[in-house]
């Protein structure tokens, strides 16, 4: 296990790293560092070099390859893809926009930086679900993702990508899971990939190789806000509400701040029928990301289900999001939900057909997602998954 500290001083770098065998504990390698914060590219030229030559007799020469190769020689690319990375991972609107202006000049920096590429097909290929249009950013990604694989062709994670895209964009199932299959076969330790595995798998019908998708995913990557968010949200799509409130409250608690956390506890306790405490997850998302309609339409549904139930609630909040632009920014499938859930099933039809010529990717979940429960006896269920081609369910 590497551990290390990390602290700045004006314009000076200190590192602390530390190489032990979990095992026993023993020391396997130990260094300090002070260098000049405009040293950072060599510092971990060496911090490599050092760790896999302890390693080298554990290390294939792939894999020796991979730790050494450092991407850019550019420090100002390099601190612009670090700062990428951290807003790709906070995983909100506004976040992916600072992650895609970073990403963008860290390549005009380094036009020949793959690295950097990749995590911008990374930030297009996970924007969708934040409120972007799939037509505008999926094809995006699978762009740069191709960019990044010709000046690198050993980016495996590039393959998740395009996986995912045909997956979820493109409806070509077999040949996206062609692709994921691949993404991990090249690099069994991309955490990312096995969760974008995970999550379609989970929507797909899948749910016991979702599960162990997830599982492996959090083993390689346990300190991930959105990994572990993801484990709850596949637990939803196979209907198992307990166990997934139990992990949603869990992820909640270990990262408050984390949007989507609150996000699927409020998903879980909605499933579990708990609307009261649905409401007040929603209220923490609406203040962590300062979404004004996102806090009408809570506030809508509060209002409505203090005075009329469950259901009164989702007309107060569909009467609401009419009145909005756009529909308040929810995506089709979102609203056809709240339709499904009233019985309304003309206007469902409707928004999953406007969902399903958008190629929103969550489309593909509809035969999983228990809110759509109620329309499959109609027989516009059966021609809508026919139309998407979605495989059958396991």
Not at 9 to 27: F, H, I, N, P, W
Not at 98 to 123: F, G, H, S, W
Not at 136 to 149: H, T
Not at 265 to 288: C, D, H, T, V, W
């Amino acid at each position: 296990m590497l551990t290390g500290r990390v602290s700045q001083r004006g314009d000076t770098v200190q590192v602390s790293a530390e190489l032990t065998k979990v095992d026993d504990g023993t020391q396997l390698w130990g260094e300090q560092f002070t260098r000049p914060s405009t040293d950072l590219i060599a510092l971990q030229q060496q911090l490599s070099t050092d760790i896999a030559e302890k390693l080298r007799s554990r290390l294939t020469g792939t894999e020796m390859k991979q730790v050494m190769q450092m991407g850019t020689q550019d420090p100002d690319a390099y601190a612009l893809y670090l700062k990428g990375r951290y807003y790709w991972n906070k995983r909100t609107g506004a976040d992916l926009k600072m992650a895609e202006d970073d990403l963008q000049q860290a390549v005009a920096k380094d036009p020949n930086y793959a690295r950097a590429y990749l995590a911008l097909a990374d930030v297009y290929s996970v924007w969708s679900d934040y409120g972007a249009e799939p037509s505008v950013v999926l094809p995006k990604g699978d762009a740069v993702a191709k960019k990044a694989l010709s000046l690198d062709p050993s980016l495996a994670h590039a393959h998740s990508i395009l996986g995912t895209s045909l997956v979820e964009y493109y409806r070509k199932f077999a040949e996206g899971e062609v692709e994921e299959k691949k993404a991990i076969e090249l690099d069994p330790n991309d955490a990312t990939a096995h969760q974008w595995y995970a999550e379609e798998l989970g929507w797909l019908g899948r749910p016991k190789d979702a599960a162990a998708e997830i599982e492996r995913a959090q083993e390689l990557d346990p300190s991930s806000a959105i990994i572990a968010a993801s484990k709850c949200e596949i637990k939803i799509d196979g209907r198992d509400f307990d166990g997934a409130l139990e992990d949603c409250k869990k992820v909640a608690a270990q990262f408050p701040e984390f949007v989507r956390a609150h996000e699927f506890l409020s998903n879980a306790y909605f499933a579990k029928g708990m609307y009261p405490q649905a409401i007040e997850e929603r209220k923490i998302m609406n203040r962590l990301t300062g979404d004004k309609d996102a806090g009408e339409r809570t506030a809508a549904f509060e209002q409505g289900y203090r005075t009329g139930g469950f259901k009164t609630g989702l007309s107060r909040m569909l009467d609401v999001i009419k009145q909005q632009n756009k529909d308040g920014g929810m995506t089709s499938f979102e609203t056809a939900a709240l339709y499904a859930q009233l019985s309304e099933n003309d206007q469902a039809f409707s928004r999953l057909n406007t969902a399903m010529q958008k190629h929103e990717p969550y489309i593909i979940s509809v035969n999983t997602d228990y809110r759509f429960d109620a329309l499959k006896s109609d027989p516009r269920f059966g021609e809508l998954v026919r139309k998407l081609g979605l495989p059958p369910t396991k």
